[in-house]
T-cell receptor
Framework: DTAVSQTPKYLVTQMGNDKSIKCEQNLGHDTMYWYKQDSKKFLKIMFSYNNKELIINETVPNRFSPKSPDKAHLNLHINSLELGDSAVYFC????????????FGEGSRLTVL | DQQVKQNSPSLSVQEGRISILNCDYTNSMFDYFLWYKKYPAEGPTFLISISSIKDKNEDGRFTVFLNKSAKHLSLHIVPSQPGDSAVYFCAAPSGGGADGLTFGKGTHLIIQP
């Protein structure tokens, strides 16, 4: 039973399209995140939500809109996709704690053509 | 500005020998560090951590050493096994709470038979 699951795992789409990536966690955690791993392999935080409330919104274009219907789900919607959006997007969850340990999903590889 | 740096993109080690992965940090407020391991097409998974009140933490074949004065930590794997071939990320809590982790760029460890 996967702890943090995200779908789809692979997504190939054309520039200008709108797409969504879904994430669900069954760990009972109260915080969820979206991270982006770009071509340079950096893992950078995009958003964090705590109990459905947006906590962190890094300098991400407003074409990216996270939505948290409940604390077990955090979806990422991307409008007007651009070539530079091609990356692997990781969902993660955690309990708010001193150690900050994150549990990651398998990643969703987005390719924009 | 990278607060967590892993300056070796890759490292090749013979099976059975010791693997040493290095990490430097610039933020003196960091007081807890984590290592994550990532296989291709999978999400990062937690490996081992260390608090700044310690200078060493050991878990089986994995040991992490922390040198606070040098702002340096290292992960030792001994003996190295083929299954250890992966990308290893060093990370630190970004600020606590729901701020997530700040990651290094990763080191690709290759264990040669």
């Amino acid at each position: 039973d996967t702890a943090v699951s995200q779908t789809p795992k692979y997504l190939v789409t054309q520039m200008g399209n709108d797409k969504s990536i879904k994430c669900e966690q069954n760990l009972g955690h109260d915080t969820m995140y979206w991270y982006k791993q770009d071509s340079k392999k950096f893992l950078k935080i995009m958003f964090s939500y705590n109990n459905k409330e947006l906590i962190i919104n890094e300098t991400v274009p407003n074409r990216f809109s996270p939505k948290s219907p409940d604390k077990a789900h955090l979806n990422l919607h991307i409008n007007s996709l651009e070539l530079g959006d091609s990356a692997v997007y990781f969902c993660a969850s955690s309990q708010v704690s001193y150690t900050g340990e994150l549990f990651f999903g398998e990643g969703s590889r987005l390719t924009v053509l | 500005d990278q607060q967590v740096k892993q300056n070796s993109p890759s490292l090749s080690v013979q099976e059975g020998r010791i693997s040493i992965l290095n990490c430097d940090y610039t933020n003196s407020m960091f007081d807890y560090f984590l290592w994550y391991k990532k296989y291709p097409a999978e999400g990062p998974t937690f490996l081992i951590s260390i608090s700044s009140i310690k200078d060493k933490n050991e878990d089986g074949r994995f040991t992490v050493f922390l040198n606070k004065s040098a702002k340096h930590l290292s992960l030792h794997i001994v003996p190295s096994q083929p299954g250890d071939s992966a990308v290893y990320f060093c990370a630190a809590p970004s600020g606590g709470g729901a701020d997530g982790l700040t990651f290094g760029k990763g080191t690709h460890l290759i264990i040669q038979p």
